[in-house]
């Protein structure tokens, strides 16, 4: 608080400070809304798969034996069309290919809340020479995901959430978890 007096004859300046500092704390919470023209693209990898590849390399194992499960949750209002393939420690891509279903696609949650639950089934091809062994130079996953609108109107918020936990399956039914991304 500042109170002054003058006499109106004469012209006076006050100077409290050269320089006023104001620090201000807020927040700003911004929804995103998206339409059905809305188009994303995001690209990850997930590594450290190369122990889990290996151990399967020595396996009399061809195409149609192996399969990539994964089994993605999500309360993300975007339905996610997606792209993979397998690549090496040096992030190169490996012989050994992902087969994608043509209509593979992980579905967006219809209200921004309630889960909405995606299995696919990726097949793997072992490379020109169909052999096992390509399997050891695996390590990691590189994802491209591309999001489209799954419910008009909704918007993202800090309490959605994606997750996704793979799994191989070996002819015969038999499944290796392979952590939860």
């Known amino acids: 608080d500042l109170e002054f007096n003058t006499d109106a004859q004469s012209e006076a300046t006050?100077?409290?400070a050269d320089k006023y500092v104001v620090s201000y704390d807020y927040k700003v919470d911004v929804p995103l809304l998206f339409d059905q023209t809305?188009?994303?693209t995001y690209s990850d990898v997930a590594d450290g798969f190369d122990d889990t590849f290996d151990d399967l390399s020595d396996k009399d194992i061809k195409v149609g034996?192996?399969?990539i499960i994964a089994e993605v949750k999500t309360t993300i209002p975007l339905e996610l069309g997606f792209d993979a393939e397998l690549i090496d420690a040096q992030g190169n891509p490996t012989e050994v290919?992902?087969?994608i279903p043509s209509d593979a696609k992980i579905e967006g949650s219809k209200d921004g809340k309630s889960e909405s639950v995606s299995t696919i089934r990726l097949g793997v091809d072992l490379g020109k020479d169909n052999n096992a062994r390509n399997l050891a130079d695996i390590d990691a996953i590189r994802l491209e995901l591309s999001a489209g609108c799954a419910a008009g109107g909704a918007?993202?918020?800090a309490e959605q959430y994606i997750s996704a936990q793979l799994y191989i399956e070996l002819n015969g039914g038999i499944t290796?978890?392979?952590d939860t991304l």
Do not use: E, P
């Open 65 to 67: 034996d192996i399969y």
């Open 38 to 40: 809305m188009d994303i």
């Open 155 to 157: 918007s993202l918020n």
């Open 97 to 99: 290919r992902l087969i």
């Open 176 to 178: 290796v978890d392979l």
């Open 14 to 16: 006050l100077y409290a």
